[in-house]
């Protein structure tokens, strides 16, 4: 069946540094590819997404590239601020053309906390 | 714009309680869903309901019932709460089943403990 692996972290960043989260999946056919955002207390909201091949996703200085030969979506950003510190979601959602089975699956979840 | 309303947000049952998570969208959804979320656990299906009249199981069903009242309402029922069933649950809703590239909504999560 489809999943997600992400590192768990939880990951701790100094202001400016550089930000990786290595996000792997399995599923059949072409899946899209999420990135929600939980801050504290609230639910979680999407942060980018791609839906084929070598899409590259980006928001908020955010990016992720889908890629398919190496079942990949990381999360990247080039200089972290505190106001990034929250859990981040890996996600992916099945292949319209080959199931019409409506469910999206999350990773576990990657605490990132940024401290000045 | 309202998105995807939960109530309540907060709760506290005793063991063998019942209780209804009410969850409304306002976004003419077909899809909704309820999650809930554990420590070290990520996010876990509970039901979802991929259009009007129809709902089907998640990961974790048991313990659960769901009705969806409307294009608009899905709530969850738990019938005889267990210390287990303590988490954050979730509704989410997004436009229609199939169609992969649709963003998922969230509500902003309702606080159960079950002592």
């Known amino acids: 069946g489809n999943s997600v692996t992400q590192m768990e972290g939880p990951v701790t960043l100094s202001e400016e540094a550089f930000l990786t989260i290595n996000c792997t999946y399995t599923?059949?056919?072409?899946?899209?590819l999420f990135w929600y955002v939980q801050y504290p207390g609230e639910g979680l909201q999407l942060l980018l997404k791609?839906?084929?091949?070598?899409d590259k996703g980006s928001n908020k200085g955010f990016e992720a590239t889908y890629r398919k030969e190496t079942t990949s979506f990381h999360l990247e950003k080039g200089s972290v601020q505190v106001s990034d510190s929250a859990v981040y979601f890996c996600?992916?959602?099945?292949?319209?053309?080959?199931?019409?089975?409506?469910?999206?699956?999350f990773g576990p979840g990657t605490s990132l906390s940024v401290i000045p | 714009n309202a998105g995807v309303t939960q109530t309540p947000k907060f709760q506290v049952l005793k063991t063998g309680q019942s209780m209804t998570l009410q969850c409304a969208q306002d976004?003419?959804?077909?899809?909704m869903y309820w999650y809930r979320q554990d420590p070290g656990m990520g996010l876990r299906l509970i039901y979802y309901?991929?259009?009007?009249?129809?709902?089907d199981k998640g990961e974790v069903p048991n313990g659960y019932n769901v009705s969806r009242l409307n294009k608009r309402e899905f709530s969850l029922r738990l019938e005889s709460a267990a210390p287990s069933q303590t988490s954050v649950y979730f509704c989410?809703?997004?436009?229609?089943?199939?169609?992969?590239?649709?963003?998922?909504?969230f509500g902003e999560g309702s606080w159960l403990t079950v002592v």
């Open positions: 989410a809703s997004r436009k229609s089943p199939g169609l992969s590239g649709n963003t998922i909504y």
């Open positions: 599923a059949t056919g072409y899946p899209s």
């Open positions: 791609a839906t084929k091949a070598d």
């Open positions: 996600a992916l959602s099945a292949d319209a053309m080959k199931t019409s089975y409506d469910k999206v699956i």
């Open positions: 976004m003419n959804h077909n899809s």
């Open positions: 309901s991929a259009s009007e009249g129809t709902t």
